[in-house]
């Protein structure tokens, strides 16, 4: 398991690099990344439990989807507000 969240932590960085080449408007998403980068890179170099690591991956979706729920719904702009 300490594997796959180095392999999370490979493709967020490569996610956090690309936001940064994309521009200005992309670097709050690259930081974003690049947070997520080394949050996953720390945890692969833990070596806790199977179960550790299923319990804090499945904190990390519930944290997520909570916060992506209210950016989407009450932050993001839609296409007409432009």
Known sequence: MDRMFRVLAFWTGIFAIMFYVGGEKMHVMALLFFAQFGFFLLLGYLRLSERMYMYIFG????????????????????????
Request: proline residues 0%.
């Open 59 to 82: 904190a990390y979706l519930t944290i997520f989807f909570a916060a992506f729920t209210y950016y989407t719904t009450f932050v993001m702009q839609t296409g007409a507000g432009h």
